[in-house]
């Protein structure tokens, strides 16, 4: 099946760059989709389709998705920033559709 | 506003079964694809099962296939997560979330606050 990997932990301090990557076999041609989670509540749809995001989320927040290689990058990185992240990605067929990167987590120094 | 509330989650041997169930509210849920997601504690996310709108299309994931059956009623705005042959590894908090695609997949753009599930002896 299909593996997506994500580094387990990215640190970075506040006002600057974070990209956390989520790597996987030709994932530039799928659509990826990244998700933030913060300790004791769901999950939080950031980017989808590689690179919008939906209403409520900061321009500070966006994507891009090449060759093997996907990319969240959060800019200008605040302290309510520091969260567990998630790609995921529809596989092929119907052997297991959906798949979660094994998350990343993101901390503000 | 979109709402998707998970209850029937509890402590259940192992090999006993649950029945979870996730009531949504807010959008028209006959037009959405929607999955259950999972999370044993401190761990990450592992995707479960997935149907479409209609409920002809289900897939699960290898770890229960066989075990889990998802169903939806889209009279009654729910779905269903019949679980059984419980093994203490199925211990997680569990999801329903929306596909945001209509007509195609896309990311999962609402979630449940989730119902945990423990299988202990």
């Known amino acids: 099946s299909y593996v997506l990997t994500q580094p387990p932990s990215v640190s970075v301090a506040p006002g600057q760059t974070a990209r956390i990557t989520c790597g996987g076999n030709n994932i530039g041609s799928k659509s990826v989709h990244w998700y933030q989670q913060k300790p004791g509540q769901a999950p939080v749809l950031v980017v989808y389709?590689?690179?919008d995001r939906p209403s409520g989320i900061p321009e500070r927040f966006s994507g891009s998705n090449s060759g093997n290689t996907a990319t969240l990058t959060i800019s200008r990185v605040e302290a309510g920033d520091e969260a567990d992240y998630y790609c995921q990605v529809w596989g092929s067929g119907s052997d297991h559709p959906v798949v979660f990167g094994g998350g990343t987590k993101l901390t503000v120094l | 506003e979109v709402h998707l509330v998970e209850s029937g989650g509890g402590l259940v041997q192992p090999g006993g079964s649950l029945r979870l169930s996730c009531a949504a509210s807010?959008?028209?849920?006959?037009?959405?694809?929607m999955t259950w997601v999972r999370q044993a504690p401190g761990k990450g996310l592992e995707w479960v099962s997935y149907?479409?709108?209609?409920?002809?299309?289900?897939y699960y994931s290898d770890s229960v296939k066989g075990r889990f059956t998802f169903s939806r009623d889209n009279a009654e705005n729910s779905l269903y997560l019949q679980m059984s042959g419980l093994r203490a590894e199925d211990t997680a908090l569990y999801y329903c979330a929306r596909d945001r695609g209509v007509g195609y997949r896309s990311g999962f753009d609402y979630w449940g606050q989730g119902t945990l599930v423990t299988v202990s002896s």
């Open positions: 807010g959008f028209t849920f006959s037009n959405y694809s």
């Open positions: 149907i479409s709108s209609s409920g002809r299309t289900i």
């Open positions: 389709d590689d690179s």
